[in-house]
């Protein structure tokens, strides 16, 4: 569990004085990672503390609750979110940062869904406004422009559905991938299209989502590239998935952008916004793929 890893580190983990000040950050882990890919867990946990983040993990959070409000269980899913709210504000942080965009951005709608409650409605404006998906947490806010990583290699990036269609983002992990010395970036076709995963979707319509993951999976393949990078960890596990069920995907490493960022660190190199020429790129902003 990443609550254990964050406890067996914490205490030997140093501020390293790149910025002004220690920020205190509440890791958002979600599930998928906190159960299933802690190694997800534990390169966000790095990366924060390296930037001087002093992070925290309240023990008592559980799922957003996405997957059964998608499915229509508006009612029945209040109490997870109440849940929620209650478990990541219960740490008097300054940011909430998580290692997925669907699933910071599910905790973005809370702002809508509680908007008529007179308890929550305050607490759900108040995760609104201090939680970030990691990329753009370490680009738009701590303004990092280089991790310091190295990883010598060709890659391609899927770009999610919901963080770029509902939190709104698509740059930041592009241009946090291109300061990783070594990595050559590939571009993917249709990087706009879905991967057929859509959380219950894949489910529910297990044809449809199996065309559209072949689909991505073909464009993928096509890259040549070696590497399959994204900011979602459900979307590689899908798209990982299927390419490894093909004789011709035994080349693919699947890497979540937090595994890519934290590898092979040299702190020397790690490079911020404020100290380049370098001009921020707006979060739907063009020059990207």
Do not use: W
Not at 17 to 31: D, P
Not at 43 to 54: K, N, S, Y
Not at 99 to 125: R, T, W
Not at 265 to 283: C, E, G, L, Q, W
């Amino acid at each position: 569990m990443i609550s254990n890893y964050i406890f067996s580190i914490f205490k030997e983990a140093k501020c390293i004085q790149l910025m002004h000040a220690c920020m205190k950050v509440c890791i958002f882990s979600t599930c998928i990672v906190d159960l299933l890919y802690p190694d997800v867990g534990k390169a966000t946990v790095e990366l924060l503390q390296r930037f001087g983040c002093e992070t925290f993990f309240p023990d008592k959070q559980i799922c957003c609750g996405q997957p059964t409000y998608n499915s229509g269980y508006d009612r029945e899913t209040i109490a997870t979110f109440k849940n929620q709210l209650d478990a990541l504000l219960s740490i008097d942080a300054d940011y909430i940062v998580g290692p997925s965009g669907s699933c910071v951005a599910m905790l973005h709608e809370y702002k809508n869904i509680f908007k008529d409650d007179p308890e929550y409605s305050k607490k759900a404006q108040a995760l609104y406004d201090k939680s970030f998906e990691l990329t753009q947490f370490i680009y738009r806010v701590l303004g990092i422009l280089d991790c310091g990583a190295d990883l010598d290699d060709t890659a391609t990036f899927h770009r999610s559905c919901h963080m770029t269609r509902l939190l709104g983002e698509r740059t930041a992990p592009i241009v946090l991938l291109e300061h990783v010395k070594g990595l050559e970036l590939i571009p993917l076709h249709n990087i706009q299209l879905c991967c057929g995963f859509g959380g219950t979707f894949s489910a529910k319509e297990p044809l449809l989502s199996e065309a559209m993951v072949d689909d991505k999976a073909n464009n993928v393949l096509k890259t040549k590239a070696h590497i399959l990078i994204a900011c979602e960890q459900t979307c590689l596990m899908n798209i990982g998935g299927r390419i490894n069920r093909r004789r011709d995907g035994s080349h693919i490493t699947i890497m979540h952008i937090a595994e890519v960022l934290n590898h092979n660190v040299d702190t020397s190199r790690i490079t911020y916004v404020k100290d380049t020429d370098h001009v921020m790129v707006p979060a739907n902003g063009n020059g990207v793929f």
